[in-house]
């Protein structure tokens, strides 16, 4: 059933599917809707409650003014309303690339009420330039503005380093995806305006995590140039419990390639 949370600020809509004492909040990647995150109801059990959130300036939730950026306190006041609304008090977290920032973000704000937070190459960890739309400095901004809006020079430009070996043909691939018509680029644009501020603090998530010993599951792609091993690895190495899986695929599939692992090896 379609929802919504809305304040002045934004509206916000998510899908819940089943009900019962279990609660687990999904979100999904940037470019996304809750609808790539669907592939997850395979694993939902008798009991339990799935709520697919989309995030603003995608699906069904909208931001009323780019000028005005989404803090971490209205965010934990949109998560305190959805928590009244739908009538829960702890909850599991999955999130997958940008989805994977907010599911921390969420964790930073809500730490002893999450269950389990499950992350798929997450970002606001540590990303690849090219990939983090949503970390830009704010001197950044005259710039971005016209790549997303005059992206001729931006694509010629990547598409040079490419030529020369100095980007990878998959990150080429992945921003042209992301970038290829107006309404893409301008959502690029307004996401990176809006969430721009957003900064984890990962070092009090790391502790967190230690002292509540709240079970992480993080997966990542073999094939994923996007969000790599060796970026998370010092995130990954500070949570002793922490259960690192690497998959045999790239940034693209690893929704599928997660929920079949899960599948597979759950009891």
């Known amino acids: 059933m379609t929802r919504s949370i809305e304040t002045k600020l934004g509206k916000l809509s998510y899908l819940t599917h089943g009900e019962g004492d279990k609660t687990f909040i999904l979100f999904h990647g940037f470019g996304q809707t809750q609808e790539d995150m669907a592939k997850f109801l395979e694993l ?63 964790y930073e704000l809500f730490d002893k009420k999450v269950k389990s937070l499950t992350l798929l190459a997450p ?5 690849g330039l090219w990939y983090s739309i949503s970390s830009y400095p704010g001197s950044f901004h005259g710039v971005f503005k016209g790549v997303v809006f005059k992206p001729k020079l931006f694509f010629g430009f990547m598409n040079g380093l490419n030529s020369a070996g100095l980007l990878e043909s998959s990150i ?22 809006v969430f721009g501020g957003i900064q984890l603090h990962l070092g009090k ?16 792609g073999k094939y994923d140039r996007m969000v790599t091993e060796q970026n998370l690895a010092r995130f990954s190495s500070k949570v002793p419990h922490l259960r690192q899986h690497s998959l045999q695929v790239g940034h693209g599939r690893l929704i599928e390639a997660t929920v079949d692992f899960l599948k597979k090896t759950r009891n």
């Open 172 to 193: 080429v691939k992945f921003v042209q995806t992301q970038m290829e018509t107006r309404s893409k680029r301008a959502q690029v644009y307004f996401t990176w305006r």
């Open 205 to 220: 998530i790391i502790r967190q995590l230690r002292k509540n010993k709240t079970p992480v599951d993080l997966f990542i």
């Open 44 to 106: 939902r059990q008798n009991g339990s409650k799935y709520i697919l959130v989309d995030i603003f300036y995608h699906g069904k939730s909208h931001w009323f003014d780019s000028a005005t950026p989404l803090t971490k306190n209205t965010w934990k006041i949109f998560i305190e309303h959805l928590m009244k609304k739908e009538d829960f008090h702890e909850f599991h977290l999955i999130g997958y690339s940008m989805g994977g920032k907010f599911a921390l973000l969420t």
């Open 123 to 127: 970002d606001g960890i540590k990303t």
